[in-house]
């Protein structure tokens, strides 16, 4: 298994706690790499005389890819700035307790709201799925009334209708700006203490908290933190640029944490140029703590300050990913030639570990000049192995191909080398050049001049992108009708919604994992294990929501019923995912932490964790993805949402859940927006695989 023992490139390398039993070559399949578990005999091998077969050998352990691309991909491959998926909202966000009124009839909380937006704000109530009756008075002290602005809005930001935290949401039409009193008030004979609620107030106002993460190495015992400043930059190119800062206006902004055992803490943001934050008095805001164990921290970020004489407050709210300081990169890479077109460079770290990660690396070498040349990189889902020149390494699989293709020649150089954990993405360690050593670099050179002589030397292969395609998953394509189809349901979902519309896939396979909240991998590796236990061999794909990430996952990193060969079709389809990660999990964080409803907090879906997942992502793999959205009505006068309160912490528009613009995906297939759909049945319109125009799409057009 994974924890084990692995195959790599030929050698099947066995670990038990931290020491190396053996190390041995396959004779049977030497071209691919496949987990084992140590209790397993793996092959027909060198003085072993065992011989199993593949359907053994695979039979539930997904294989892994070994991952290569041209020098023109480097670029989207290093691992992301966080001001690439910074928070832009124009919201506030406020933790209300209750209290015991006088009388001891009612639990009463107040609360004073800054509205800065003449046109339009609104308030949202979370309580715990209580109710509480609220009461609101302008700053003239006149009573508003909401009698015809109340709805009741459940924050469902994700997949099943069951486990939404209820609340109510206010919205308030031309109304005077300044500060406002919120009363809310509950039963004491019905309600149990303590009591409180989250209040969630959005002012539809060009002014917003642009805030973005202090950085993604966020291992144990290092700082981490938050960056934030007030804007009203219209014109940045989200992704791309930070909009420009306004100066003068913050008079206070504080960073609040909650720490993974629940404790808080809070903690004064500084405009002085040593927190991360820029130059000093650049208007820009840096607040840090030190990670003391690993965990999820919600972090949020308050501005409170000025604008042209009118108060306002903004905030937003942030999931860090903090992780063990496991394995780090030693300086060393070392090359085995394994055949006459493949090697395996041995990546050097300082310890064993149980973990999996994700190493990459930029390959140069030298032209005919002798002058440095770049020839491709290389990545994939790697376990701690033993290096043959002893301690322990990461193996990456070489194509020797990519050398003759850039006409260059050994020694190599290994550039922009990092290691991400796979559970969450995180950067462990970095190194920005190694020299990478071997024995018989006369041997290597042999075998790329060979190379360079063979007709199409520079086209770029399957094997050269994904190594060498297991023997079972060679079979011609399946062209009937009935091709099987695998549809899979996203994050914490009670149901597969795909099943609703059996009728459309009548040779459909429905994943379920109810109510569960797994990170990419381990959904991935669910869904595997799932097919394999069916018998599955030979399937597209079709997914709503997280489901759609996992497809990719999957297509991307494993060997699978996806690699089987097709003779037409659309491989992976999907309605709804969130590629690009959600910018409202933070939001959500903070309300599961509040109220512990739902399956927890998923670190994938946040936009940091989806840029760190994306960087591992191949422009091969994405040219084979397919994807539908939806949206609300986007013209309507008075305005429209799928999900009020989730409206007012996403980017507009969205369908409740995904951002239009996190939906997209770069490199893959854009089917349209379709409007008046929405994430969920339990939103304003019906979820969007429920659109039947979308559905027969879908189900003329997946790959057979």
């Not at 919205?171 to 004979?189: I, K």
């Not at 062209?479 to 059996?502: E, F, K």
């Not at 595997?528 to 599955?536: I, P």
């Not at 997280?546 to 690699?563: A, K, R």
Request: hydrophobic share 40%.
């Amino acid at each position: 298994d994974q924890q084990s023992g692995s195959v790599v490139n030929g050698r099947c390398h066995f670990v038990n706690s931290s020491t190396f039993l053996f190390s041995f070559y396959f004779v049977l399949f030497p071209d691919y790499a496949v987990g084992l578990s140590s209790s397993m005999v793996c092959c027909r091998a060198l003085g072993l005389g065992v011989l199993l077969t593949l359907a053994t050998i695979v039979h539930g352990i997904p294989l892994r890819k070994s991952l290569a691309g041209p020098p023109e991909e480097f670029g989207s491959k290093n691992i992301p700035l966080p001001y690439q998926s910074g928070q832009d909202q124009k919201s506030a966000f406020f933790n209300v307790t209750f209290h015991e009124d006088l009388l001891r009839l009612h639990y009463v909380a107040l609360l004073e709201l800054v509205v800065d937006s003449p046109e339009l704000f609104t308030i949202s109530v979370f309580a715990g799925g209580l109710q509480p009756e609220a009461t609101l008075r302008s700053p003239d002290g006149r009573q508003v009334d909401l009698a015809n602005a109340t709805y009741k809005t459940p924050f469902a930001m994700y997949d099943d209708p069951a486990e939404e935290a209820a609340g109510m949401s206010y919205v308030v039409h031309n109304g005077t700006t300044g500060r406002y009193e919120l009363e809310l008030r509950l039963p004491t004979s019905t309600t149990k203490p303590p009591v409180e609620a989250l209040v969630l107030l959005f002012n539809e106002s060009p002014l917003r908290a642009f805030t973005t993460v202090y950085d993604y190495n966020t291992e144990i015992h290092r700082k981490i933190g938050l960056v934030t400043q007030a804007t009203t930059d219209l014109n940045y190119t989200k992704g791309k640029d930070r909009p420009f800062a306004l100066r003068g206006v913050v008079m206070e902004a504080e960073m609040k944490v909650s720490l993974p055992d629940g404790d808080h803490v809070q903690v004064r943001m500084k405009d002085d140029g040593k927190h991360n934050d820029g130059a000093p008095n650049d208007g820009i805001y840096g607040g840090d703590i030190v990670a003391t164990a690993p965990g999820l921290y919600v972090a949020e970020a308050v501005l409170r300050g000025t604008l042209d004489g009118m108060p306002f407050v903004r905030s937003t709210q942030h999931v860090i990913s903090v992780v063990d300081d496991e394995i780090e990169l030693s300086g060393k890479a070392n090359l085995v030639l394994d055949s006459k077109q493949r090697a395996t460079v041995y990546l050097s770290v300082n310890q064993n570990s149980s973990a999996l990660y994700r190493p990459y690396a930029e390959v140069w070498a030298l032209n005919a000049n002798n002058q440095d040349v770049p020839v491709c990189w290389l990545s994939c889902l790697a376990n701690v192995v033993a290096d043959p020149h002893g301690g322990f390494a990461l193996a990456l699989d070489l194509d020797l191909q990519w050398a003759a293709r850039a006409k260059a020649h050994g020694p190599f150089t290994l550039r922009n080398i990092f290691v991400q954990e796979m559970s969450t993405y995180v950067p462990l360690t970095q190194a920005s050049q190694v020299v990478v050593a071997t024995e018989s670099w006369p041997d290597v050179n042999r075998a790329i001049l060979k190379l360079e002589s063979q007709p199409n030397v520079g086209e770029i292969t399957e094997a050269m992108r994904m190594g060498v395609r297991p023997k079972h998953l060679r079979m011609p394509a399946n062209t009937t009708d009935d091709a099987p189809v695998i549809l899979l349901h996203g994050y914490c979902a009670g149901r597969n919604p795909w099943q609703l519309h059996s009728n459309y896939f009548p040779s459909g396979s429905y994943f379920l994992q109810a109510n569960q909240n797994n990170p990419n991998d381990k959904f991935a590796q669910l869904v595997l294990a799932w097919a394999d236990e069916l018998k599955l061999t030979n399937y597209a794909g079709i997914a709503h929501s997280q489901g759609g990430v996992v497809l990719l996952h999957i297509h991307n990193y494993y060997w699978s019923g996806l690699e089987v060969p097709k003779s037409t079709g659309r491989l992976i389809q999907s309605c709804g995912t969130p590629y690009n990660g959600v910018s409202g999990e933070g939001t959500t964080a903070a309300i599961i932490k509040k109220f512990g409803f739902g399956c927890g907090v998923n670190y994938d879906l946040t936009r940091d964790g989806a840029a760190l997942w994306l960087a591992g992502i191949s422009e091969a793999a994405k040219a084979d993805v397919h994807y539908f959205t939806t949206t609300y009505v986007t013209n309507r006068l008075l305005g429209d949402w799928c999900n009020l309160p989730a409206n007012s912490v996403l980017d507009w528009p969205n369908d409740g859940t995904t951002e239009l613009s996190s939906g997209r995906l770069a490199g893959a297939t854009n089917h349209g927006n379709t409007e008046k759909y929405c994430h969920i049945d339990a939103m304003s319109y019906p979820g969007g695989y429920n659109n039947p125009i979308m559905l027969a799409d879908m189900a003329a057009n997946y790959a057979r």
